[in-house]
């Protein structure tokens, strides 16, 4: 298929794009680098040993958005393309609404006009944020909690009003638990621009030696040793999720959503213990006040899209601790000060 993926250069994107590429698919990728580098989709490139069809360009100017659906020939879409930090969305609402909903509208009324109906979107586990439940499956009563959650809901509902208005699209709302982990090459990994909000990237640093420790956010919740418990999915198993969701798309008219997570959950200072495991570091914390807005547990419940999407994460922590560390390792501070040589 030829798919236009948006935000295809960010950290999900350009792990998905790699696996659309080697599963036989023909991505084209649309970004306007807000979040991402040109190194990230020439790595991609290299690992994929062919050339990437690549448009600069912002999702929020309309006609450049329906001038690449009227010539493109796609057959379907991929939309990563969007903000993602929750505080930030807190502080600049309109810069999340604008981005992410108009964004999408955007996108939305230029596969109309030009016939292209078939769409995997990038939702967030997030919705969940208000249901109080540990283990979350698909049909829970969704909620949310900050504005970035909410420009993600907003956008399920738009694909659920717009599926239910003309049979002709088919629309999986993909529902990432926490996103983890690099290509094992070491080549494409996570960027994040500032300070880390995310544990992962932040306990990265620290093993590398830009940060000098870790707060971990609430050592008193209600769980096995008292921190935090995510869903880590790694994010090649990520990846392959959209693959696999992609393919299944013909089966499913309407809107539908599927949690890509592992089913299993760990803990902050597990996730610190694995790391310091791959990394032969001492990763030094300091157990803080918990975070405003962060729940005791999150763990998907992945059976829909086992059964339905034949897709299952096969990476555990260990892996995750490993592909992040190779990748930081080898470019500790990212893709814009690299020498593009991940055995320097
Ligand atoms: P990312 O920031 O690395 O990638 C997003 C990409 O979109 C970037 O390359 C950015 O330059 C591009 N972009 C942003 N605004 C744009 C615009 N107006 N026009 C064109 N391109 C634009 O983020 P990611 O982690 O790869 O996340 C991808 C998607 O998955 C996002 O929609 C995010 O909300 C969602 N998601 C991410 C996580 C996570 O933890 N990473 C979890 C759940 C959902
Ligand atoms: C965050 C977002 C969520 C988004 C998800 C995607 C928030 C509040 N939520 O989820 O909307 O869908 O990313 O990945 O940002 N932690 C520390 N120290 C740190 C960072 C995190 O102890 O420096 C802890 C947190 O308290 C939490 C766990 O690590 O228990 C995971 O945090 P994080 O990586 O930020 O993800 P979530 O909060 O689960």
């Keep these: 298929m030829r798919v236009l993926t948006t935000g295809g250069a960010g950290y999900i994107g350009s792990h998905t794009v790699l696996a659309l590429i080697e599963a036989g698919h023909e991505p084209v990728i649309f970004d306007n680098f807000d979040n991402s580098s040109p190194e990230a989709v020439r790595r991609v490139a290299e690992l994929a040993g062919r050339d990437i069809e690549l448009i600069e360009g912002d999702l929020l100017d309309a006609d450049a958005v329906d001038r690449v659906l009227s ?18 969305s807190t502080a600049q609402p309109l810069r999340y609404y604008r981005t992410n909903v108009v964004g999408t509208l955007n996108l939305l009324d230029a596969m109309q006009a030009n016939g292209v109906c078939q769409l995997v979107f990038s939702s967030s586990a997030t919705v969940y944020g208000t249901s109080g439940a540990s283990r979350c499956a698909e049909d829970l009563p969704l909620g949310t909690t900050n504005p970035y959650g909410t420009t993600k809901l907003q956008i399920e509902q738009i694909l ?14 993909l529902r990432y638990f926490n996103p983890v982990g690099a290509h094992a090459s070491g080549r494409i990994g996570e960027d994040p621009r500032d300070i880390p909000n995310n544990l992962m990237p932040y306990v990265s640093q620290v093993a590398v030696g830009r940060r000098d420790h870790l707060s971990v956010y609430g050592g008193d919740y209600p769980t096995p040793d008292g921190t935090g418990v995510r869903d880590f999915i790694h994010v090649v198993d990520l990846a392959a999720g959209h693959v696999a969701a992609l393919e299944a798309l013909p089966e499913f008219p309407g809107a539908r959503a599927w949690n890509l997570g592992t089913g299993e ?19 030094p914390f300091e157990i803080v006040d918990r975070r405003p807005g962060d729940v005791a547990e999150l763990v998907a419940d992945p059976s829909r899209a086992r059964v339905e999407l034949h897709w299952k994460a096969e990476r555990g922590l260990e892996d995750v601790a490993r592909d992040s560390w190779n990748w930081q390792r080898n470019n500790p501070f990212g893709y814009e000060n690299s020498d593009g040589d991940a055995d320097a």
Excluded: M, Q, Y
Excluded at 265 to 283: D, M, P, Q, T
């Design 71 to 88: 010539v493109g020939n796609f057959d379907a879409v991929i939309h990563f393309a969007g903000l993602k930090a929750v505080g930030e």
């Design 160 to 173: 659920d009003d717009l599926a239910a208005s003309d049979p002709s699209w088919h629309v999986a709302k």
């Design 265 to 283: 959950g760990n803990s902050v200072l597990e996730v610190v213990r694995a790391f310091e495991r791959a990394s032969g570091k001492s990763i």
